[in-house]
């Protein structure tokens, strides 16, 4: 497996999708519990879905083990990690074991970024559980766990709150639970305000969704770029208030309107660039 995991690193160095998915095939039914921590690992580093997706069948049997691993929070990036705990393949995964991964990944991510950094990946990742399945004992026994204990106050008090607008909340659990893939039913529009605020507008150009509200407004900076990318928006780059150009990338959730701060670029960017997503 070793030379399989050589190949497919090297395809994708390469941009050979073509050998790239001939090893996602050829693993797709040969992992294991004993050789799926290499290809999570890789499929993180290399932020390949596709590679991370036929690795959930195998976590899922042995998910307390496979997420207590002492390399698991170092080699998970937030987004594959919350590609994973919103998984159909997952259903037999209690919601609190879920709840326990995020905690124990936010308080290893804080040995490396700032707080704010920590607050707004544990806002996300909690969008990716389904918080109505939480009895308010169980909901108080998190608050009160070590994991949750070793985070800042204000992810506990996300936790209850998020906590209560699900179990408030008059949408159908179907539907709040798969935000993100029903984001590519639309077509969103953005424009600059006419003020000079460098504040941006979205809007669903369709306008035929009922369910959630694309109408709204965060703040930019000028000459940056917006690209839509995995179910999510992303502002980059641009020039700071003091005129310099900026490395920041700020990720801004289209059925929210929330915004936070993401890993900044290696070299600053401004002006129009583009991504792509195969």
């Known amino acids: 497996m070793s030379n399989v995991?050589?190949?497919?690193?090297?395809s994708t160095t390469l941009g050979c999708s073509t050998l790239t998915s001939g090893c996602i095939e050829f693993l797709e039914h040969r992992l294991s519990e004993e050789n799926v921590e290499i290809f999570w690992t890789i499929a993180n580093a290399t932020?390949?879905?596709e590679l991370m997706s036929i690795c959930v069948p195998v976590t899922a049997g042995n998910f307390d083990g496979?997420?207590?691993r002492s390399t698991f929070n170092t080699s998970t990036d937030a987004e594959i990690l919350?590609?994973?705990l919103k998984d159909d393949r997952l259903y037999d995964v209690p919601e609190d074991s879920k709840l326990r991964v995020i905690a124990s990944w936010c308080a290893?991510?804080?040995?490396?970024?700032?707080?704010?950094?920590?607050?707004?990946c544990f806002k996300d990742l909690v969008e990716s559980i389904?918080?109505?399945k939480f009895s308010m004992e169980a909901c108080a026994s998190l608050y009160a766990s070590s994991p949750m204990k070793g985070l800042p106050e204000e992810c506990r008090v996300c936790l209850i709150s998020a906590w209560m607008s699900a179990k408030t909340s008059t949408r159908p659990s179907d539907v709040a639970s798969s935000q993100r893939n029903a984001f590519r039913d639309y077509v969103v529009t953005y424009q600059f305000r006419d003020d000079n605020s460098k504040a941006l507008l979205f809007n669903d150009a369709l306008e035929e969704k009922t369910d959630v509200?694309?109408?709204f407004e965060v703040p930019s900076r000028p000459g940056c770029a917006v690209t839509f990318f995995k179910?999510?928006?992303y502002i980059i780059g641009g020039r700071d208030s003091d005129g310099c150009a900026s490395s920041k990338v700020d990720k801004v959730n289209p059925f929210s309107g929330d915004i936070s701060s993401v890993s900044p670029m290696n070299v600053v960017r401004f002006f129009p660039c583009a991504a792509a997503n195969n």
Do not use: G, P
């Open 5 to 10: 995991a050589s190949l497919f690193l090297l």
């Open 47 to 49: 932020m390949n879905c």
């Open 66 to 68: 496979f997420t207590s």
């Open 82 to 84: 919350a590609l994973m």
């Open 108 to 120: 290893a991510a804080a040995e490396e970024e700032d707080t704010k950094f920590q607050v707004d």
């Open 130 to 132: 389904n918080l109505k």
């Open 213 to 215: 509200n694309l109408k």
């Open 231 to 233: 179910d999510s928006i």
